[in-house]
């Protein structure tokens, strides 16, 4: 599910300027309503087609489910209505901010979600932080070096990419947890216990970012304005950072915006081996229950994380480069 | 290595035979021999962390079916009485019990020195509150109402005196009410909303958790220093050793060992049998085991439809199959190979039909010849243009190498002439084909405290009809049938040796089940960790542990 191009839209946005801005966030506020409702639908019909007994799955799977039993759960969960029904009632709920109940934890999933959210998002934003970071360092120093210096990175970086995170997260607990035994290897108290899960999850990101960035701050790099700017007398740390660094950012905030997606999905892996409470490892749980309202609500909860991701970043575009503005 | 040897210490072996032996040696065990031969006398205070492997739905086992449930509660919660891992009823918060001459009324005498941590007192009143928790429809139990289905009512006699009434003779219910699936929980919080108890449970047990079961980081425990009603099963009375229990929630079994190995956690849960062997190589690290009672890991044939409609292609299949070798192989020893529907621990296990599993290939192939199932050119059998073919679902991502060990019993039936497909499905998908009755083969453990268990897997009235049910090899035999059905009517203990006997052989001789393993639940340990006993359903509690320097 891509939200939009974020690049046309704002460079389609100067021509209609006059228009003015609400216009513009009227039109933002559609497109997120559409990617949200898109996602619902996508996954309430993927879902129900999964085929099984809800009943049986509500009841808590392999158990014996009396005639009572049965009868006392079609009725809460108003499974004997149409599937239109079904979903129409579920999108209703969904509007007043009721995603209903979960099958297995028995509690609104609402609460549910709430209580683990704030763990899985310390994760993402601190494992985009951190890949970014390792982004900039490594393209700003390698980016037109040495032969040599640039394919051990692009080695390195192709590593990176290519390392499943189940596999790096167990290596980083082996060497900096049981080894020496630097960060914990579970749970989630503390600002340690952020450390390893973060790497795991940023590392194949910042090889990606790195990839990147380093090519368009190489091409920038050769523009014949660096050449003005070198003329002028700048140092090489000036001439990276001030001014070829800025023309690289733009590329690399829109692929951030779509690596978000990934890291979600990242998420799903890292707090299951790191023993990390969160919502990777709740829909994880849920989808192998057929927990359906928690996994749908964590469908919602990830496409709007989605489009607040992309939509912030549109919003820096102008910023980073005032020439979209 | 193992020092701290007790009758559940089992080392574990590769031979089925020592298996078996030692296994008779656990059985015949008291329980009131000590586990602390060489680790010193126990000393009070501490915390003892455990790590567990996976979450629970909801802590409240009034609701839920969940393993991890009786785990998680077992610490707060109290029973009426106490099972030993012989299956021999003993007292707990009931100082006696008797039952009417038609069976039909349990009556409790209850203790009168037990209170609740909430300030609660323990009465008959409270029981009668936790029995009608349990069957109240709100509550949707999702196992304890199933396990006392002819449960009519429970009666406060006096203030200390209790009866239950059934509608039709039970003799499987104090096992059952010994599981902490039927804990003791106060009565004041059973009026709460349910979902309020999966969170937080109070009891009279020996220990207590204010802040409650979180979902996917576990529960922390405090003492409950009032506690001083242990049952006499136990190896000390008083409270716990511990000050502090805590159970996490690792489920990666590589950092779970790791964390054990590195000292994070004091002791683990579910080790993998492949890392029973090095972890016992460590000096600071130990292993125990239990096998927990009830049903085995079975594959049942659907004797309703298909190939093993016909006894003789069952017959085939058990016997040409060397499933002992397999389970060895697969898991390292460390879970005994079975020869019964049933575990030798459960009570009435009758040992002299195990003779009914035995290997013998030859005889095997013999008897698909005889019966007309001739060898197909690509090497699967032929019948009046039928194939040899079997079908069996599976749930995927099943835990033990499960699915190893079915392609194992796939690679060899095979051998056979057999053609087995092997398909991995989710739980949902898995539960229709099993209520549906299509499959020829299907796998399920059903470890339950009692051998009314044999009731539960092949009474006649339990095939699946549509919905999930436990009769999974779909066969009709008035002579299981009534024959578990006289078990329910007595506890006279000759006459239910006699006719649990019958029904176990009667199944051996039906060909109605071909038996895997035992499931043991494998402890891993650090050496400071003392005293972590067995609740017979194979799992470990705590009340006895306690930390070493």
Known sequence: MTISTPVELIVAAPGRKSRGLAQAIARRIGIAVIVIWGAITASFLALKSMGGDPVQSIAGGVVQVTPELREQIIAKYGLDDSFFQQYLSYLGGVLQGDLGTSYALRRPVVEAIAEQLPNTMTLLITATVFAVAVAFIVSLTTAHRGKRVRSTFQALESIGVAVPAFWLGIMLITIFSFGLRMFPSTGANGV??????SIALGLPVAATLSQVMRDTLEKTLD???IVTVRARGAGEFVVRVRHALRHSLVSVITLVGWLSGTLIGGAVVVEQVFSRPGIGRMIFSAVLNKDMPVVLGIVIVAAVFYVIVNTVIDLLYPIIDPRLR | MLNTPSRRTMRLVTSGAAALAITAGLVACSAEESTTASGGDPVSGGTLTFASNGDTDCLDPHQSAADLAALYSRPILDSLVSL??????????AK??????????YTFELRDDVTFTNGEKFDAAAVKANFDHIVDP?????????????FVAATVLDDYTVSVEFSSPFSAFLPSVATAYFGMEAPETLLQDPGELCKVIVGTGPFMSETGYVAQQGITYLKNPDYNWAPETANHQGAAYLDELVMTIVPEDSVRLGSLSSGEVDAIASIPPVNVESLEADSNLYTDSAAAPGGNYNYFPNTEMGVFA????REAFRMGIDFDTLVGSVYFGAFEPANSPIAPNTAYYDPSQESSYEYDADAAAKLLDDAGWVMGADGVRVKDGEKLAIQMPMISGAREQRDTLAQQVQAEAAKLGFEMVIESQDLGSYVEALGNGSYDLIEISWQRSSPDVLRTLFDSANIPDGGFNTAFSRYTSPVIDDSLADALATLDPDELTELYGTAQQEIADQVLVFPQYVFSYILGASTSAQGIE???????IFYDAWKSE
Request: charged share 15%; hydrophobic share 45%.
């Open chain 1, 192 to 197: 340690a216990a952020l450390v390893l899960p």
């Open chain 1, 223 to 225: 523009e014949p304005f």
């Open chain 2, 310 to 313: 016909d006894i003789d292609v």
């Open chain 2, 534 to 540: 067995w609740e017979p359903q194979a799992f470990p």
């Open chain 2, 96 to 105: 006696s019990w008797t039952v009417s001459d038609d069976q039909l009324t």
């Open chain 2, 84 to 93: 030993t891992d012989d299956g021999e009823v003993h007292p707990w918060l």
């Open chain 2, 138 to 150: 709100t509550t949707a139990s999702a196992l304890s109402a199933g396990y006392i289905a002819p």
